[in-house]
T-cell receptor, first 112, second 112 residues
Framework: EPEVTQTPSHQVTQMGQEVILRCVPI?????FYWYRQILGQKVEFLVS????????KSEIFDDQFSVERPDGSNFTLKIRSTKLEDSAMYFC??????????FGPGTRLTVL | AQSVTQLDSQVPVFEEAPVELRCNYS??????LFWYVQYPNQGLQLLLK??????LVKGINGFEAEFNKSQTSFHLRKPSVHISDTAEYFC??????????FGSGTRLQVQP
């Protein structure tokens, strides 16, 4: 069964550094998402992406964040200057239609 | 706007006992309803979903949920739990193709 993959599984970085989290969505899916889960808290929506552009973003997704689909398979989340409060598990998800999002295993980001 | 309330943050239960995890939602538009499970150190896995039709939906691992429109609820049930069901369970709503809104999660702890 096809699945969403994410790399790396764990990323440790220093505050102020840039990080890029990578996702490979399911190949024929059209909608892509990033969510995050701060330890012990609920899963929160960050951004959705369709047809090579952002279709919706939350208030969390400020100018420090960006997303890109650089080729036909990868979907990336970049954080330009990481803060301590960016430490979280970041989940990628993809959707064909009309309803079920499939989640990757997540990348645990630790900002020191 | 949508919101999801999971009233119980933790539910301890003995093995082979029945369990119900409660979920209530609010939305100004029609939504799809989902339950996801997160096993320790893993990503989110879809348990079941309600889109339309029969209000009783069956999912994987013996779980089922009932959609109650008048009470805006979507409670998850299992008649007999196993140790392996120990996990975090998240209720979520999806209005169309927009982002999932998750509840805060319920930690199911199955004891021998």
């Amino acid at each position: 069964e096809p699945e969403v993959t994410q790399t790396p599984s764990h990323q440790v970085t220093q505050m102020g550094q840039e990080v890029i989290l990578r996702c490979v969505p399911i190949s024929n899916h059209l909608y892509f998402y990033w969510y995050r889960q701060i330890l012990g808290q609920k899963v929160e929506f960050l951004v959705s992406f369709y047809n090579n552009e952002i279709s919706e973003k939350s208030e969390i997704f400020d100018d420090q964040f960006s997303v890109e689909r650089p080729d036909g398979s990868n979907f990336t989340l970049k954080i330009r200057s990481t803060k301590l409060e960016d430490s979280a598990m970041y989940f990628c998800a993809s959707l064909l239609q009309p309803d079920t999002q499939y989640f990757g295993p997540g990348t645990r980001l630790t900002v020191l | 706007a949508q919101s999801v309330t999971q009233l119980d943050s933790q539910v301890p239960v003995f093995e082979e006992a029945p369990v119900e995890l409660r979920c209530n939602y609010s939305s100004s538009v029609s939504v799809y309803l989902f339950w996801y499970v997160q096993y320790p150190n893993q990503g989110l896995q879809l348990l079941l979903k309600y889109l339309s039709g029969s209000t009783l939906v069956k999912g994987i691992n013996g779980f089922e949920a009932e959609f109650n429109k008048s009470q805006t609820s979507f409670h998850l049930r299992k008649p007999s739990v196993h140790i392996s069901d120990t996990a975090e369970y998240f209720c979520a709503v999806l209005p169309g193709r927009r982002a999932l809104t998750f509840g805060s999660g319920t930690r199911l702890q199955v004891q021998p």
